[in-house]
């Protein structure tokens, strides 16, 4: 059903053409650059995706069959951007009940992202979308990960890789300090 780019995968993974685990959907294409985070991090991940454009008001019979295919053609979560009014995460809600985790956008229709995020952060009880920061394409597919890792020991193990890598990076920084103090260059 949804137009997407390739699906990825690690080299131990399934190819790219077996069904995609993660949905990634936004609005406009003005949102990719945002959304790419979350690919991306999926991809380093090994998890198979799909990311396509679902517009909540330009294409609204679209949004109605993706959501409701979602769970038939093997997705288990969907993160879904969205900027100004940023509908998509919350209608895509309604129609599923798949985990829905929403991205707000720092859009140039926006008010500074306040929109976005009050947007999803309120929606009715029943239909939650899992809000994450401004622009927080990553943390939604850690978010995700998390999820799938619930039955998967696999991403368990990456997602603790993950952790450790954090961890180092910032360790290393402290060294660096230590050495060198800081430079503002």
Do not use: C, W
Request: proline share 6%.
């Amino acid at each position: 059903m949804p137009t997407t780019l390739p699906a990825a995968a690690a080299p131990d993974m399934p190819a790219p053409h077996d069904t995609p685990l993660v949905g990634i959907i936004m609005g406009s294409q003005s949102d990719l650059k945002t959304m790419s985070a979350a690919a991306e991090l999926l991809q380093q991940f090994g998890i198979t995706y799909e990311i396509t454009l679902v517009s909540a008001h330009r294409t609204p019979h679209r949004l109605v069959e993706y959501a409701e295919t979602a769970r038939k053609r093997g997705l288990r979560v969907l993160i879904a951007g969205g900027g100004g009014a940023a509908h998509l995460p919350g209608m895509i809600a309604s129609f599923t009940t798949l985990p829905v985790i929403g991205v707000p956008i720092n859009s140039t229709t926006s008010f500074h992202g306040l929109d976005s995020i009050l947007s999803m952060l309120q929606m009715p009880a029943g239909v939650p979308v899992a809000t994450v920061a401004l622009d927080g394409a990553t943390n939604a597919a850690v978010l995700a990960t998390q999820i799938l890792a619930l039955q998967n020991a696999r991403l368990a193990d990456v997602l603790e890789k993950y952790r450790t890598s954090l961890k180092d990076k910032v360790m290393r920084t402290i060294e660096e300090l230590r050495k060198g103090g800081f430079n503002d260059d």
